[in-house]
């Protein structure tokens, strides 16, 4: 069955380390995207791409950056520069048209 | 700018009770609508999507949705719910058209009593 895997399920990271979370879908979608969740805020964007090897930003890319090298990847990094990076993170993926999006199961990231 | 409102954050009902989430948007042109449930800890997964045609529109686990284009709404209503339907519902809406870059509201936690 096609879908979208998230992975690590849990991560934890020190203060001044960068780390990446992957997404990888077999579902032939065109378009990607990055989401963050928190607590009474819904989700926020930070990347998209609607196509290989480009991606834009969304309303807080800020401390993050991705790369989209290839349709069933779409990795997002977590830099040192994201002063508050524990949230939950949430790949999600759609077609060209009329985009239903496909959820991956989330990853949620710890400083420690 | 586009916004999604959910006014209710938190809601609690007991089993077998109807159930109506509510949903406003700001848009200028027609949207495509959908509502998402998540489940602690978990993805999102899709209840219902409308993109035109009749505004009354079924979804999986039984729930349904109404879009007013008068309202700017998209309410969602379940005739009797389950204690399995605890979980947060998010209201999106996208510009039709192209690629949909989907705008979410903040979420409403739904709390179910036997």
């Known amino acids: 069955d096609g879908g979208i895997t998230q992975s690590p399920k849990y991560l934890f990271r020190k203060e001044g380390q960068n780390v990446t979370l992957s997404c990888e879908q077999n579902l032939n979608h065109d378009a990607m995207y990055w989401y963050r969740q928190d607590p009474g805020q819904g989700l926020r964007l930070i990347y998209y791409s609607q196509i290989v090897n480009d991606f834009q930003k969304g309303d807080i890319a800020e401390g993050y950056s991705v790369s989209r090298e290839k349709k069933e990847s779409f990795p997002l990094t977590v830099t040192s520069a994201q002063k508050n990076p524990t949230a939950f993170y949430l790949c999600a993926s759609s077609p060209r048209d009329r985009g239903t999006y496909t959820f991956g199961s989330g990853t949620r990231l710890t400083v420690v | 700018a586009q916004s999604v409102t959910q006014p209710d954050i938190h809601i609690t009902v007991s089993e077998g009770a109807s159930l109506e989430l509510r949903c406003n948007y700001s848009?200028?042109?027609?949207?495509?609508l959908f509502w998402y449930v998540q489940s602690p800890g978990q993805g999102l997964q899709l209840l219902l999507k409308y993109f035109s045609g009749d505004t009354l529109v079924q979804g999986i686990k039984g729930f349904e949705a109404e879009f007013k284009r008068s309202q700017s709404s998209f309410n969602l209503r379940k005739p009797s719910v389950h204690w399995s339907d605890a979980a947060e519902y998010f209201c999106a809406v996208a510009l039709s058209g192209g690629y949909n870059k989907l705008i979410f509201g903040a979420g409403t936690r739904l709390a179910v009593h036997p």
């Open positions: 848009y200028g042109a027609t949207p495509y």
